[in-house]
């Protein structure tokens, strides 16, 4: 596997998703056909993939989807696709000895190169200590350098003085702007269709990368070929499944809007090729649950942020009631948990009725990180499959429950990712489930 590279960094916060993101883009326009991945597990930085190349972008996860099905799996999308780019998960060999599959460890079993991006910031000479030390203690291929967010002329020297030695080139020299500043909120930044004019902010950051990063050396400094694209379209067979969840039905009504948007572009294209029909809708809009649907999806996101509209939404809250009563599948995750539940108590400590559907109540008034990847067992039969059934998935939230009872029947039992126990999640009543956890797959 060879048609494709990776952007990492040292750490987050370097500015590896506004990169990846304009490089994209920039090859997008060179009619260079991309496919983006992001590794580990992340919602939000994929979707700004999406908004460079108009496609779906697919998170590569070693420990939850395995292995051999990832490399199947980027094996197929350079079947169809001229250049494979990835983005890493947070510093390039971070994860190596907790799961086994850091950034570094993805660049090894694809043979990916990996183009390395430096936070300039608050850092002069140590910077090219920091990268000959990387450099002389890795065998990963590291193709060429991003020096990213230096702050002045004067800084620009100083680093550019002392990197006069590096053994690999410098492909690009950024400044420090503001075209597009990635914010960040609770659960990560800030996503792209909450900025106003995303679309023309990216073409201007695009734009102004280009005159910063020398994409023509990239290209060839990680020996990419042009392809003939549609020989390669015409000859995809497209079978590869990287990640497997529960059917919830064959008409599925997915909420999908800026209060629920944490959905993998895997789970979705899994449920597609199953022929299952995938129906969005909009909670936030007062939409009322499709007719036609046999499964209701809740995704997370953040329904903290829209508390009084989500309450105030009676069309959408009643036809999820009266959904429940047909006693059709409802699944919620994390979010959409949270909006099954009784109520949520937002960080100014009032409280919004919810759907009422689970017995839980959440609250964002002590907030508090709950973050890790889950090996989760179901205790009993529910819409999300037989009992035993093993899944992996992670938490990733501020949210705590009220109160730890409650008289609905408890859906999972969870350990992490080194097998610790972590005790019984989740709640299930009827054909209404949901939990904290974000499933990946089953295993």
Request: aromatic letters at 10%; a neutral charge.
């Given at each position: 596997m060879s048609h494709g590279f990776i952007i990492s960094a040292l750490a987050t916060n370097s500015g590896k998703t506004t990169l990846a993101t304009a490089i994209i883009q920039s090859l997008e326009k060179r009619g260079i056909n991309t496919a983006s991945f992001k590794l580990g597990p992340d919602y939000i930085d994929p979707m700004f993939h999406r908004f460079a190349n108009n496609k779906p972008s697919y998170n590569i996860d070693?420990?939850?989807?395995?292995?051999?099905?990832?490399?199947?799996?980027?094996?197929?999308?350079?079947?169809?696709?001229?250049?494979?780019?990835?983005?890493?998960?947070?510093?390039?060999?971070?994860?190596?000895?907790?799961?086994?599959?850091?950034?570094?460890?993805?660049?090894?079993?694809?043979?990916?190169?990996?183009?390395?991006?430096?936070?300039?910031?608050?850092?002069?000479?140590?910077?090219?200590?920091?990268?000959?030390?990387?450099?002389?203690?890795?065998?990963?291929?590291?193709?060429?350098?991003?020096?990213?967010?230096?702050?002045?002329?004067?800084?620009?020297?100083?680093?550019?003085?002392?990197?006069?030695?590096?053994?690999?080139?410098?492909?690009?020299?950024?400044?420090?702007?503001?075209?597009?500043?990635?914010?960040?909120?609770?659960?990560?930044?800030?996503?792209?269709?909450?900025?106003?004019?995303?679309?023309?902010?990216?073409?201007?950051?695009?734009?102004?990368?280009?005159?910063?990063?020398?994409?023509?050396?990239?290209?060839?400094?990680?020996?990419?070929?042009?392809?003939?694209?549609?020989?390669?379209?015409?000859?995809?067979?497209?079978?590869?499944?990287?990640?497997?969840?529960?059917?919830?039905?064959?008409?599925?009504?997915?909420?999908?809007?800026?209060?629920?948007?944490?959905?993998?572009?895997?789970?979705?294209?899994?449920?597609?090729?199953?022929?299952?029909?995938?129906?969005?809708?909009?909670?936030?809009?007062?939409?009322?649950?499709?007719?036609?649907?046999?499964?209701?999806?809740?995704?997370?996101?953040?329904?903290?942020?829209?508390?009084?509209?989500?309450?105030?939404?009676?069309?959408?809250?009643?036809?999820?009631?009266?959904?429940?009563?047909l006693e059709k599948p409802i699944y919620g995750e994390c979010g959409g948990y949270m909006v099954l539940g009784n109520a949520i108590t937002d960080e100014k400590s009032q409280t919004w009725p919810m759907a009422g559907l689970l017995d839980?109540?959440?609250?964002?008034?002590?907030?508090?990180?709950?973050?890790?990847?889950?090996?989760?067992?179901?205790?009993?039969?529910?819409?999300?499959?037989?009992?035993?059934?093993?899944?992996?998935?992670?938490?990733?939230?501020?949210?705590?429950?009220?109160?730890?009872?409650?008289?609905?029947?408890?859906?999972?039992?969870?350990?992490?990712?080194?097998?610790?126990?972590?005790?019984?999640?989740?709640?299930?009543?009827?054909?209404?489930?949901?939990?904290?956890?974000?499933?990946?797959?089953?295993?």
């Open positions: 070693f420990w939850a989807m395995g292995n051999q099905n990832c490399l199947a799996f980027m094996n197929q999308l350079q079947e169809t696709h001229d250049l494979l780019v990835g983005e890493g998960v947070m510093g390039l060999f971070d994860g190596r000895y907790s799961t086994g599959s850091s950034t570094a460890d993805v660049a090894d079993a694809t043979n990916f190169p990996i183009v390395l991006v430096i936070n300039c910031a608050g850092q002069g000479e140590t910077i090219a200590e920091i990268i000959s030390g990387v450099l002389n203690n890795t065998k990963h291929r590291v193709v060429g350098i991003i020096m990213n967010k230096y702050s002045s002329n004067q800084h620009l020297e100083i680093i550019q003085k002392s990197c006069q030695s590096l053994k690999v080139p410098i492909i690009g020299w950024v400044p420090k702007h503001d075209i597009i500043t990635l914010k960040s909120r609770h659960l990560g930044l800030i996503q792209p269709d909450h900025y106003d004019d995303f679309y023309q902010q990216l073409d201007l950051l695009t734009t102004f990368i280009e005159k910063h990063i020398d994409i023509e050396l990239l290209l060839r400094l990680i020996n990419f070929q042009p392809n003939n694209t549609q020989e390669k379209l015409k000859h995809s067979t497209e079978q590869i499944i990287i990640t497997k969840l529960p059917i919830l039905g064959q008409r599925i009504a997915i909420a999908r809007d800026q209060a629920f948007s944490f959905i993998y572009d895997s789970i979705l294209l899994y449920w597609y090729k199953m022929g299952v029909e995938i129906i969005f809708f909009s909670p936030l809009a007062n939409e009322k649950i499709p007719s036609n649907a046999d499964a209701v999806y809740l995704p997370g996101g953040y329904p903290e942020l829209y508390l009084p509209l989500l309450a105030h939404n009676q069309v959408f809250i009643i036809s999820l009631k009266a959904f429940a009563n839980v109540h959440t609250t964002m008034s002590n907030k508090k990180l709950t973050l890790g990847y889950r090996q989760v067992t179901s205790l009993h039969s529910s819409i999300l499959g037989t009992f035993g059934t093993n899944f992996r998935g992670h938490e990733f939230h501020y949210a705590q429950p009220i109160v730890n009872t409650s008289s609905d029947t408890n859906l999972f039992d969870v350990k992490n990712s080194k097998g610790d126990e972590l005790g019984k999640m989740g709640l299930q009543r009827k054909n209404v489930a949901g939990s904290f956890i974000h499933l990946i797959s089953i295993v």
